[in-house]
């Protein structure tokens, strides 16, 4: 039995640790909107029912939650943290789901779940963006919690709260169907060993699942279908699963940090050949099986990060678990060695959040601005670019809102005026490219003026060069 003034201060430090993860989303959302925030926004601007939300975007971009709060924002500018809001809302309630389930286990378990997903760098970063992964985050540990409680007891109350958790986890994000995944094999398991008949098992696991299946369909029917992925480049299953590892389990591109990070990855995927129920099932499907699958059956062959979220979640889970135990272990160097391992991962992760704070995802608003204040007197700037696509679209959005200043106009390269644009934007998605100092192109030479910075996974940095 622990002490009352044990839980006490567990509970304490755990709404200081909510609290301190509301403030550092926050202030990763303070920066500019790059191009996939502003995609989205500019997609929904030109609906004119929520309705089509579902019916008529089609795009991987469109994560219908999110989605419906920015259509319901409306036209007009509201500032990025506005935009950002409720995604930041879900990554803070993400972090006491995440202390909700360590409760379960010991007191001690409740502020290392909470300590390890406030400080994430995967879980920040995708947090505090006007996106649908915080909600994703929430529903997927929302819906583990639930299915731990279904696998106990037989409960209307959790049967409908779990169904909801699936309908509205399909909602924030289609990779959610990777937990869905997980969960359907692990419930699907315990419900079959306590049948009693086979109308019992069916009629039970359609009552957790049926909603969320039938959503499934109907949102394929209606979008899924017509889904045209796209703004990537093309990177293999292997290699995003490598930088999901680099980027989104630490947020540090250190060699030797990777190697480790796989060695403790490998540690935790090991553990699970420890547990005596059919729960293993449900991290081996969610983290290994459900990912690469999803992949090839969505046809996406542009692999990026993100979509290694859920298995970042829920490796976050068993590295919380094992923690919180060796924490409260009688051996002393068990104690010292999961305090030191715990340091380290969230002082590596609050490092890459402090990068993501201090760069923002581009400073795009600022280098427009510099050029104009770079070009007094003169009533129309032209700019080029390297990627017409990804330039076009951020220099579209934020050229009317800025100062008094000459307007801007981006033409793309088959459209270059006769002498060449006066600037041109060369964009750079790796944190140190090797750029030239000049540009020379078959009308014109340019010079590097000026570079802005922005931190990895979202937005680019822009090197900035004027014609001379």
């Keep these: 039995m622990v002490p009352a003034h044990r839980f006490s201060r567990a509970n304490l430090l755990t709404v200081l640790i909510v609290v301190g993860a509301c403030l550092w989303r926050c202030a990763a959302a303070n920066n500019d909107l790059w191009l996939d925030e502003i995609w989205s926004l500019r997609a929904v601007m030109e609906l004119t029912s929520p309705w089509q939300v579902f019916t008529a975007i089609h795009s991987d971009n469109n994560h219908y939650l999110n989605s419906l709060w920015l259509y319901w924002l409306g036209d007009g500018w509201r500032g990025s943290l506005i935009y950002r809001s409720v995604p930041v809302f879900w990554g803070t309630l993400t972090v006491v789901a995440a202390a909700w389930l360590g409760a379960r286990e010991s007191s001690t378990g409740r502020w290392v779940y909470a300590l390890l997903f406030a400080s994430s760098f995967g879980l920040v970063q995708y947090s505090s963006e006007a996106r649908g992964y915080g909600s994703l985050f929430f529903f997927c540990l929302l819906s583990y919690g639930l299915a731990s409680t279904a696998t106990a007891r037989r409960d209307l109350k959790t049967c409908v709260g779990f169904s909801l958790s699936l309908m509205l986890g399909m909602l924030s994000h289609p990779c959610f169907v990777q937990a869905a995944a997980g969960l359907g094999v692990w419930l699907g398991l315990e419900f079959w060993k306590r049948r009693q008949g086979w109308r019992d098992f069916f009629l039970r696991l359609g009552a957790y699942f049926g909603p969320a299946l039938a959503l499934i369909v ?9 889904l045209h992925p796209g703004g990537a480049n093309r990177l293999g299953v292997l290699l995003g699963a490598h930088d999901a590892l680099r980027w989104l389990w ?32 449900f991290f081996l499907v969610s983290i290994l099986v459900a990912p690469p699958a999803f992949l090839a059956l969505a046809r996406i062959d542009f692999v990026h990060p993100r979509y290694f979220l859920v298995s970042v979640i829920f490796l976050l889970v068993l590295l919380a678990r094992q923690l919180s135990r060796q924490l409260e272990s009688a051996h002393r160097i068990r104690r010292w060695g999961a305090a030191c391992l715990l340091f380290l991962f969230v002082a590596a992760n609050l490092s890459a959040g402090f990068r993501l704070i201090r760069l ?8 427009l601005q510099w050029i104009c204040d770079q070009s007094p007197g003169r009533r129309a700037v032209s700019l080029g670019g390297d990627n017409d696509f990804r330039n076009s679209v951020v220099v579209d959005f934020y050229a009317g809102r800025l100062k008094t200043s000459p307007s801007l106009r981006y033409f793309r390269q088959s459209e270059w005026p006769s002498g060449g644009p006066d600037w041109l934007l060369i964009h750079a998605l790796q944190p140190e490219p090797q750029v030239p100092p000049r540009v020379l192109t078959p009308t014109a030479s340019y010079a590097i003026r000026r570079r802005f910075y922005a931190a990895p996974l979202s937005g680019w940095q822009w090197f900035v060069y004027q014609k001379e």
């Excluded at 109907?218 to 017509?226: E, I, Q, S, T, Y």
């Excluded at 547990?275 to 099932?281: F, G, L, N, Q, V």
């Excluded at 923002?360 to 280098?367: L, W």
């Design 218 to 226: 109907a949102l394929w029917w209606v979008d899924l279908r017509h």
């Design 250 to 281: 630490t947020g540090l591109d250190w060699p030797a940090v990777t190697w480790l990070s796989g060695l403790l990855v490998g540690a935790l995927l090991l553990s699970l050949l420890q547990y005596k129920s059919r729960e293993c099932w």
């Design 360 to 367: 923002g995802r581009g400073d795009y608003r600022e280098a």
